[in-house]
């Protein structure tokens, strides 16, 4: 029996996503994924990981959290859709409110200089 839909919110399906294209780009096996965040305590399993990539699972804080030390990135850069982009040249520091986005919500430019 398939499961249901589950709808994710802009922020869920961008991790989706954004998880998938970062772990393709660094030819992580999903398994290897796995079994990576699994070393550091965190219980998670392949098709949980492939579910969450596909959209049909949410993703806990903390499987967030552990799916972006894995994949050696900051989870902002999991989170943010594709039409909010990061201010440029500005550093992470692992807080989502030193990060605005270059357009708002609805698409008008913000204030950064």
Same mark, same amino acid.
Do not use: W, Y
């Given at each position: 029996?398939?499961?249901?839909?589950?709808?994710?919110?802009?922020?869920?399906? &961008?991790?989706?996503?954004?998880?998938? @294209?970062? /772990?393709?780009?660094?030819?992580?096996?999903?398994?290897?994924?796995?079994?990576?965040?699994? &070393?550091?305590?965190?219980?998670?399993?392949?098709?949980?990981?492939?579910?969450?990539?596909? %959209?049909?699972?949410?993703?806990?804080?903390?499987? &967030?959290?552990?799916?972006? /030390?894995?994949?050696?990135?900051?989870?902002?850069?999991?989170?943010?859709?594709?039409?909010?982009?990061?201010?440029?040249?500005?550093?992470?520091? %692992?807080?989502?409110?030193?990060? /605005?986005?270059?357009?708002?919500?609805?698409?008008?430019?913000?204030? @950064?200089?």
């Amino acid at each position: 029996m398939a499961n249901p839909p589950v709808n994710l919110g802009e922020h869920g399906q &961008a991790f989706a996503t954004n998880m998938r @294209v970062v /772990r393709k780009n660094l030819g992580i096996e999903m398994q290897d994924l796995a079994e990576q965040i699994r &070393a550091r305590g965190h219980a998670i399993t392949r098709d949980q990981l492939i579910r969450i990539e596909a %959209g049909q699972r949410r993703a806990t804080v903390d499987d &967030a959290c552990e799916i972006a /030390r894995a994949l050696k990135t900051k989870l902002i850069r999991l989170v943010v859709p594709s039409h909010l982009q990061l201010v440029p040249n500005r550093p992470l520091h %692992g807080s989502f409110a030193d990060h /605005r986005p270059t357009r708002d919500i609805m698409g008008g430019k913000t204030d @950064v200089a």
